[in-house]
Nanobody, 126 residues
Framework: QVQLVESGGGLVQAGGSLRLSCAASGRIGIYALGWFRQAPEKEREFVVA????????YYADSAEGRFTISRDYAKNMVYLQMNSLKPEDTAVYYC????????????????????WGQGTQVTVSS
């Protein structure tokens, strides 16, 4: 079992920045950790994933160039730095863990992931 605790969400103006954190604990056998988001009345959407040991990242087009994922391996922490935020980024952001290997595109699938955090609300005002 893996427990994921997210933090860092809040209200920010368009063009601003926010940093989300995800702390992982429990039985750790993680291959990759991903960030997903879900806006009201919409499906959960892939944002970015990072391999746990190697730190290789895979970004959705919507995140590339604005968002940066990083991890502190020793602390079991993963971060999502979000810059140049837009109102369209407003959503509940979730971190998730997969213990199974996934190809680059496969790591973007919701169904790939075994564990999910509770989500943290990000609201971007215009």
């Amino acid at each position: 079992q893996v427990q994921l605790v997210e933090s860092g969400g809040g209200l920010v103006q368009a063009g601003g920045s926010l940093r989300l954190s995800c702390a992982a604990s429990g039985r750790i056998g993680i291959y990759a950790l991903g960030w997903f988001r879900q806006a009201p009345e919409k499906e959960r959407e892939f944002v970015v994933a990072i391999t746990w040991s190697g730190g290789s990242a895979y970004y959705a087009d919507s995140a590339e160039g604005r968002f940066t994922i990083s991890r502190d391996y020793a602390k079991n922490m993963v971060y999502l730095q979000m810059n140049s935020l837009k109102p369209e980024d407003t959503a509940v952001y979730y971190c998730a863990v997969t213990k199974s290997w996934c190809p680059r595109s496969g790591c973007a699938a919701v169904t790939q992931y075994d564990y999910w955090g509770q989500g943290t609300q990000v609201t971007v005002s215009s």
